[in-house]
C-alpha cells in the first residue's frame, strides 16, 4: 500500500506545477513563458518517479472515500490568503524591494503556493518585475514543496517515507537551482 499511496501523493504534488503553469498562463502569459522551463522540469521529474514506482507496485488497492471538493470553506480560505498575500506583496515591494517580495513568497508559499503565484501574476503586469514574480513564485513553490515534505514524512511509516523522501528531496534542490540559476 505505501508504494500505491506514493504515487498518488508524488502525481497530486507533481500536478501543482501543472495548475500553476495554467494560473500563471491566463493571468500573465508572459510571464508563463519565463515559467515553462523550472515547472516543465519539475514535471518531468514527476512522471520520472511516478513511473519508476508505478513499474514496482504490484499492489491492489480497494476504494478510498474522499470528501466533497465543492464545499465553501476552503474557497473562503483561500479568497482570505490571496488578499493577503497580495497586501504584503504590495508593502514588501514598496518598503523592502525583491528581498522582502521573495520573504513574503517564501512564508506564503508554505500556506499555499497558489495565491502567491497568482499575486505575483497579477503585480508583473503593472508593479513589479516579471522576473522577481518568477524567482518568487519559484521560491514559494519551493517552501511548500519542502514543507509537504516534511508532513508526509513525518506523519507516514517507514516505507511510505524512503518512497517520497527522494521526490520531495529533489524538487527542493531543482527548484532552489532554478531560482539560484535563472
Known amino acids: 500500500l ?28 508572459s510571464l508563463f513563458v519565463q515559467m515553462l522551463l523550472p515547472f516543465l522540469s519539475l514535471v518531468v521529474l514527476t512522471g520520472i518517479f511516478s513511473y519508476y514506482l508505478f513499474r514496482k507496485t504490484q499492489e491492489n488497492v480497494s476504494h478510498i472515500a474522499l470528501p466533497s471538493p ?48 497568482l499575486s505575483l501574476s497579477q ?23 519542502a514543507l509537504k515534505g516534511g508532513i508526509a514524512y513525518w506523519i507516514g511509516g517507514a516505507a511510505f517515507r524512503r518512497l517520497i523522501v527522494g521526490f520531495f528531496a529533489a524538487v527542493v534542490i531543482i527548484g532552489i537551482l532554478f531560482f539560484l540559476l535563472l
Open 2 to 29: 505505501a508504494r500505491t499511496l506514493a504515487i498518488g501523493v508524488i502525481l497530486a504534488n507533481g500536478v501543482r506545477f501543472l495548475r500553476l503553469l495554467v494560473e500563471i498562463l491566463i493571468v500573465n502569459p
Open 70 to 117: 465543492l464545499t465553501l470553506k476552503p474557497a473562503l480560505q483561500f479568497a482570505i490568503l490571496f488578499a493577503v498575500t497580495i497586501a504584503l506583496v504590495r508593502i514588501a515591494s514598496i518598503f523592502l524591494q525583491d528581498q522582502g517580495i521573495y520573504g513574503v513568497s517564501f512564508l506564503a508559499g508554505l500556506a499555499n503556493v497558489d495565491a502567491v503565484a
Open 123 to 145: 503585480l508583473a503586469k503593472n508593479g513589479i518585475l516579471e522576473e522577481t514574480a518568477r524567482q518568487g513564485i519559484i521560491l514559494a513553490a519551493v517552501a511548500h514543496f
